[in-house]
């Protein structure tokens, strides 16, 4: 038991710990009331419950998203980021900070889950042998783990992207740095993924 468990946080921290930063400009954007906390964390595990999801449907032979493909969800976050940018645009030089201050609306529960998901979609093919290979008691509480790691991870960065000291340090910027960090996130996967050059080459 003790085993599993430590295998188990040991997988989640090396898969995860990316996604501290991603949720981390989640509650920064929670600060000027643009996205509340509780639909962060309800967004965050709504993502991760699904990848978890996928990756046991995956490991009982059922494939839910060719693994090709599965980069495509890096579009979300690029999306999101790209309109963050804009209305950061459209923005500048107005001193009405009463509309969208952070210039992103995540699309509330489902947009954070849908980040989740697109950030951690690589999480799926190490997911997926431990499943596969792992009795299903080993399975559960793995799973549990997992689950309790995430409000680890929600209260850290929570945390972080709260404290008065970041948040003032990052005031001037803010406006710019909640949506650069979505589309860089959402660029970062489509090119890593190598799903721009199968879209290329299917199309020629």
């Known amino acids: 038991m003790i085993g599993t468990i430590a295998a188990a946080v040991g997988l989640f921290a090396a898969t995860n710990i990316d996604d501290v930063v991603v949720l981390t400009v989640l509650f920064l954007a929670s600060t000027r009331g643009t996205l509340p906390g509780w639909k962060v964390v309800v967004g965050q595990y709504a993502g991760f419950i699904a990848l978890v999801a996928i990756s046991v449907l995956t490991a009982a032979g059922l494939t839910i998203v060719p693994d090709k493909w599965v980069g495509l969800l890096g579009l979300i976050p690029l999306g999101i980021g790209l309109v963050g940018l804009v209305r950061a645009l459209r923005r500048r030089g107005?001193?009405?900070?009463?509309?969208?201050?952070?210039?992103?609306?995540?699309?509330?529960?489902?947009?954070?889950?849908?980040?989740?998901?697109?950030?951690?979609?690589?999480?799926?093919?190490?997911?997926?042998?431990?499943?596969?290979?792992?009795?299903?008691?080993?399975?559960?509480?793995?799973?549990?783990?997992?689950?309790?790691?995430?409000?680890?991870?929600?209260?850290?960065?929570?945390?972080?992207?709260?404290?008065k000291t970041v948040t003032e340090a990052l005031e001037k910027i803010e406006h710019w740095l909640v949506p650069a960090v979505f589309t860089g996130l959402g660029l970062y996967i489509l090119i890593e993924s190598g799903v721009i050059v199968r879209l290329i080459d299917v199309l020629s």
């Open 94 to 163: 107005d001193d009405d900070d009463d509309d969208d201050d952070s210039a992103v609306r995540a699309g509330g529960v489902l947009g954070v889950a849908g980040i989740t998901i697109a950030n951690g979609a690589d999480n799926i093919s190490l997911y997926t042998p431990v499943f596969r290979t792992t009795p299903i008691p080993d399975t559960v509480v793995t799973i549990a783990v997992f689950l309790v790691l995430v409000a680890v991870w929600c209260l850290v960065a929570r945390f972080v992207g709260t404290n």
